[in-house]
């Protein structure tokens, strides 16, 4: 009768020691921005690519054939001036299959990832996040033609993506 239970114990200890180092907190400076959801991250010297998590900003061009989306840069710039050389930190979910570490960057107590939703320079990305005050940030934007919004032909990145 105490094995199954001692199982079960060690089982819950396991799973919970799993989620905890699935994430991470870490800090750095923001030496690069590569487009409006992406950063590199100087990390004990060494440089640590970020993406936004939860937000999808324009696409930036790849190759000579593909110029980008619209507000592709406005995006970046956004992003550029809220954390380029800034002390930021950042609550790591996980990485993507490029090897990217995903997160939400913090600079002080301010939340960028949301902030460029709310600016109208990047999409909620559904696939990814139903946090309800993101997509009320999203849709207020999108009612005051912020940014991309702004554009009546805007295209999500992710159908843009699909669409190459």
């Not at 380029?84 to 600079?107: C, L, P, S």
């Amino acid at each position: 009768m105490i094995r199954p239970a001692l199982h079960a114990i060690i089982a819950a200890i396991l799973a919970a020691t799993a989620l905890a180092c699935s994430a991470a907190t870490f800090a750095g400076e923001v030496v690069a921005v590569l487009d409006g959801d992406t950063v590199d991250v100087l990390v004990n010297r060494q440089t640590v690519r970020v993406r936004l998590a939860a937000i999808d900003a324009p696409e930036i061009r790849h190759g000579t054939r593909n110029p980008g989306q619209p507000f592709v840069q406005r995006s970046r710039q956004s992003l550029a001036g809220m954390v380029f050389h800034q002390n930021v930190i950042i609550d790591e979910e996980g990485t993507d299959q490029y090897g990217r570490a995903i997160g939400t960057i913090w600079e002080g107590n301010f939340n960028v990832n949301a902030e460029q939703v709310r600016r109208g320079m990047a999409w909620v990305y559904r696939h990814y996040s139903h946090d309800p005050k993101l997509l009320q940030m999203e849709q207020e934007a999108r009612a005051e033609r912020r940014g991309l919004w702004a554009d009546p032909n805007h295209v999500p990145p992710w159908d843009y993506r699909h669409s190459r």
